[in-house]
């Protein structure tokens, strides 16, 4: 893999720097070291690897494991512990230590080699890695590979049975993780980190995530971040952003986007690495006759300092411009690439950035979009990152798909140095690219060169692809590919494809090609995507393309080969129209859980999920997590089996977010709110991004606090409190004396700290501002929040108003914040003189104040027929000393009643309408113009004689005249009628 190798025979003392060396024991190194086959030749690589023991039979080691009696990778291990423990004198056994890290390393890299980057392996690795007698045996090499892809299987998830080369994971999975001698506590960054990127290759081999897995990893991380990032690291800046990207891409993997993006602001800082999105005036179209906004990626890495003579200078010269074929659109309305305007251009009809112009740094705002400088490759596997951690795509949440292109369009056009990088950027793009009419066919066609690319630059003689007969050895016969293949010297080495793989969200090559075939499947293209899926073996898929197009029957037929005999019995005349109604195959497929469950899924049948649950050795999560969505699908659904299916899921996988969600939305319905609350809980720590398990946690917390039990669940969703201190543990024995005073609105308080989170993830839904609103205004004085009771109305008439008008106001709410109000400080004292006049204004960031801003510009403005409203309103009047505004709301109550009430009252004779009509009369008279005519009018001084409504008599008189005229025909001598006139007396008294 280049002249820099590291060879077990020319410089063995690097060996023992790995393990003496002070550096490589803090000092991250993404890099790590550069192999050839040479170290997987070397005299301990082959007594560790070789299973030929010079007779003509197997040994019987290798016996066992044909036998299935033994895993191979389990007797590599044996091996290398049993050379680590023979071993007495230390600095040998570090020297030892070292030469496995390396041949560990050297494996890995080879595997990585020979299925995600090409180029092709110029070694046999059957004769390297398990002898040349083996692997002249075919039927003894495929029986020992069979049995090692069964072993591969972890919690009923399988490998991918044609994984070309299989036996180099296994050999650097035996040395660098199931040995355990490399990788502790003790041990140099490189050999933790090589166990890490084990397991997450392992995790991206199988067809879903495990639990098993996913816990290995996030161990790792764990032992690595503080080693890495922390104050006693010696790494770089380079060093560290290289390991955040990498633990961006685990993070991405198993679905936690949001850890991604901030380990990928943290890695942009630590390289220095600054860039926006943003929007330039620009053409996008060949016919477009004015600039408008468009997205695009203003980036710029920090100073490179490495000397213009160093190595890294040299090699970056030589093979910087190597890099794969980039499809053009040739559209006839697109152009090819924006073209930005030079000089301002006309100004925009829609402001679209995501982050203003003015806003941008100055080293940014100087660039010019259409000539951006090169990024160090680390920038660009930072911008890549981004793009693949961006999968939601609602606008609501953040940025969507047509924000994530410019990402990957700025690393294809700034260019690249490294090979590996801007193929990754080409994927992207073509991932953008497949949803939109207009660029759908190159997103396709880009990927399908990629594809062949991979599969050119992979394929050994000793390859899935070689089995197919499409090739037979390194130079003859290579696979056709969409385009002409490069040449040699075209084409980058292994080195540098390899140098920033972990950086990225790589793909194996079989994953590659069934997300092509997915891609087909989208555009109708289902006879390309079966070609595929069928030479890949790939049956499962096979079956749900067939399903997904109605055709079931074909589906089951195809899945049911996999696991059973034929009906007409071991003889098949026509395979196409053969039912596969017999008895089991003695031996199953290695993914048969997942191809049981295909069939549960089409038949709604459990009893294909129980069979998928035991065939696993009731290790397969999804087995119960199907089983347990069909009780839930039945009618009635049967909530205690599926919480018992949940739970056993959880048991094999309990990192399963989703898992976790559906189980508390079961307990829910069961109204076990602690269980409920103990589930949501466990579903934010693990996705704090989740409004929707918030808002449940809320409902659960709730209900646990009307129940009156004990809260020691409730507690996780607050943020942990400061560690204790001594000082603090001193006092601690004090502390047990005196017993805290029970809270009885710890639950109500952690409910709406929960729909604060869920809020401020989708602050859109409306529910869940109303419930805010209700919890909030739940908790008694002095506990009420009334800051977030006003905020959260706000929001709720923002977003429902619109549609529903005065209805979006809680009336008892508002009378609640109101009472608060008037019952608080003088008016006056909210009040703050404008600097140089005479003027007045009411003072910001007050809780009176926010209440009075809230109802002058929100509230009054939206009311219409609400009577209710217009009293709350006319109370707030009277309390800023507005008697002439408080009568007037009065007026407006009076005539909303009176005309709603009008036509069922005085037209069809409803005595109910008449009654409030009646109670609304009183109230104008005695309440509004018998205690508001009287008063001095507002804004005069202390000797005004102008009154509020000095002829409030005659209009008290008028208002009651007109309300007796009316209803004398249906109400005269009733009730009402008698109370009115009782009213009129009194005015006119």
């Known amino acids: 893999m280049g002249s820099s190798a590291t060879d077990t025979h020319t410089r063995p003392s690097q060996y023992e720097t790995i393990y003496d060396n002070s550096t ?36 019987p080691e290798l016996e066992a494991v044909i036998k299935g009696e033994k895993c191979f990778t389990d007797l590599i291990a044996e091996r290398v512990r049993k050379a680590v423990q023979d071993q007495g004198d230390q600095s040998k056994k570090r020297v030892l230590l070292s030469q496995l890290l390396h041949t560990g390393i050297a494996a890995l890299f080879h595997f990585l080699q020979s299925n995600v980057t090409g180029p092709p392996l110029e070694f046999d690795v059957a004769t390297v890695v398990l002898g040349e007698k083996i692997s002249n045996d075919k039927s003894v090499l495929d029986t020992i590979r069979t049995k090692t892809l069964r072993d591969l299987s972890v919690d009923g998830e399988a490998v991918y049975p044609l994984t070309p080369n299989i036996e180099l994971f296994c050999a650097a999975k035996a040395i660098l993780v199931d040995s355990g001698v490399l990788g502790n506590a003790e041990s140099p ?3 933790t980190t090589a166990r890490l990127r084990v397991n997450f290759l392992h995790q991206k081999m199988l067809s879903e995530v495990t639990g098993t897995l996913q816990k290995a990893i996030y161990d790792d991380l764990e032992l690595l971040s503080p080693r890495v990032l922390g104050g006693e690291s010696n790494s770089s800046g380079a060093e560290k952003a290289a390991f955040l990207l990498e633990r961006a891409a685990v993070h991405t993997h198993h679905g936690f ?53 160093s190595e890294e200078s040299r090699k970056e010269e030589s093979s910087g411009d190597l890099k794969p074929k980039a499809l053009d659109l040739n559209d006839d309305t697109l152009l090819e690439t924006i073209s930005f305007a030079k000089d301002g251009g006309s100004k925009p009809e829609k402001i679209t950035t995501v982050q203003d112009e003015s806003s941008l740094p100055a080293s940014l705002a100087s660039v ?38 410019p990402y990957a369009i700025r690393v294809i056009e700034g260019g690249s140095s490294n090979w590996q990088i801007y193929t990754q950027a080409l994927l992207v793009r073509s991932r953008c690219e497949a949803f939109k009419s207009r660029t759908v066919e190159r997103g396709v066609l880009q990927m399908q060169a990629l594809v062949d690319q991979v599969i050119a630059d992979t394929a050994t003689r000793d390859s899935a692809v070689a089995r197919t007969s499409t090739v037979t050895n390194q130079h003859q016969d290579q696979p056709a590919t969409f385009l002409p293949r490069p040449q040699e010297s075209e084409s980058a080495p292994a080195e540098e494809r390899l140098e920033y793989i972990w950086t990225l969200d790589f793909q194996t090559r079989w ?130 089996k599926a919480e018992e299916a949940y739970k056993k899921s959880l048991k094999i996988n309990p990192l399963n977010h989703g898992a976790w969600f559906a189980l508390g939305c079961v307990q829910l319905n069961q109204e076990r709110w602690d269980d409920a609350v103990q589930s949501f809980t466990r579903t934010v720590q693990l996705e704090q991004d989740d409004a929707e398990a918030w808002s449940n946690l809320a409902a659960a917390l709730l209900n646990v606090s009307a129940d009156g039990k004990p809260a020691a669940k409730a507690a996780e969703v607050i943020p942990s409190e400061p560690a204790k201190t001594e000082d603090d543990e001193d006092d601690e024995d004090d502390e047990i004396a005196k017993p805290e005073k029970a809270d009885p609105y710890k639950h109500t308080r952690d409910a709406l700290t929960a729909l604060q ?3 401020r993830l989708k602050q859109t839904d409306h529910r869940i501002w109303d419930n805010i609103l209700t919890v909030a205004a739940s908790l008694p004085h002095p506990f009420t929040p009334y800051k977030d009771i006003v905020f959260a109305q706000r929001k709720v008439i923002e977003l429902v108003s619109p549609k529903r008008g005065e209805k979006a106001i809680d009336l008892l709410i508002l009378a609640m914040l109101v009472d608060y109000l008037v019952s608080g400080p003088e008016y006056e004292t909210l009040l703050i003189p404008v600097e140089g006049t005479d003027e007045k204004i009411l003072r910001s960031g007050t809780v009176a104040g926010q209440i009075l801003t809230l109802i002058d510009e929100q509230i009054i403005p939206l009311i219409t027929h609400s009577a209710p409203l217009w009293f709350v309103v006319s109370k707030v009047e009277l309390y800023r000393k507005q008697p002439t505004k408080a009568l007037a709301a009065h007026e407006k109550a009076w005539r909303a009643t009176v005309s709603s009430c009008t036509q069922p009252a005085f037209q069809m004779g409803d005595e109910k309408k008449w009654m409030e009509i009646v109670k609304a009369t009183e109230r104008l008279v005695r309440d509004g113009y018998a205690k508001m005519g009287g008063m001095t009018k507002e804004g005069q001084g202390e000797d005004g004689e102008e009154l509020v409504a000095g002829d409030w008599r005659f209009k008290s008189r008028s208002a009651v005249r007109g309300i007796l005229g009316n209803g004398k025909e249906f109400f005269e001598g009733t009730d009402g009628w008698m109370r009115l006139k009782e009213l009129q007396g009194e005015v006119t008294g």
């Open 24 to 59: 490589a024991m803090t000092a991250y190194d993404p890099i790590h070291v550069r192999t050839t086959d040479q170290l997987l030749q070397s005299p301990l690589a082959q007594s560790i690897l070789v299973q030929d023991n010079g007779s003509r039979d197997p040994s």
């Open 189 to 191: 960054l490189v050999a």
């Open 257 to 309: 986007d949001s850890k991604a993006r901030s380990d990928l602001e943290q890695a942009a800082v630590a390289n220095g690495f600054e860039f926006a999105l943003t929007g330039k005036l620009g053409k996008r179209t060949k016919f477009q006759n004015r600039d408008i906004t468009q997205l695009v990626v203003l980036a710029k890495s920090a100073t490179d300092t490495t000397p213009a003579d």
């Open 368 to 405: 010019d979009p259409s000539d951006q400088p090169k990024l160090n490759p680390l920038d660009s596997a930072i911008l890549l990152a981004i793009a693949s951690a961006i999968t939601n795509n609602s606008p609501d949440h953040g940025l969507t798909r047509e924000e994530t292109l």
């Open 511 to 640: 994953n590659l090609e069934a997300e092509l075939a997915k891609r087909w499947v989208g555009l109708g293209g289902l006879r390309t995507a079966l070609d595929i899926y069928e030479r890949l073996e790939l049956w499962a898929e096979v079956a749900l393309c067939y399903a997904a197009t109605q055709r079931e029957e074909k589906a089951k037929a195809i899945v049911r080969r996999q696991l059973y005999r034929p009906t007409s019995g071991d003889i098949v005349d026509d395979e196409e129209n053969e039912r596969y109604e017999g008895p089991e195959l003695s031996s199953l497929p290695v993914d048969a859980p997942r191809l049981f469950c295909i069939l549960g899924d089409i038949d709604e049948s459990p009893a294909m999920y129980e069979r998928a649950w035991e065939a696993s050795g009731q290790r397969y999560a999804r087995a119960q997590r199907s089983l347990a969505r069909l009780h839930l699908k039945s009618e009635p659904p049967v909530l205690d």
């Open 757 to 759: 989170h869920a809020a």
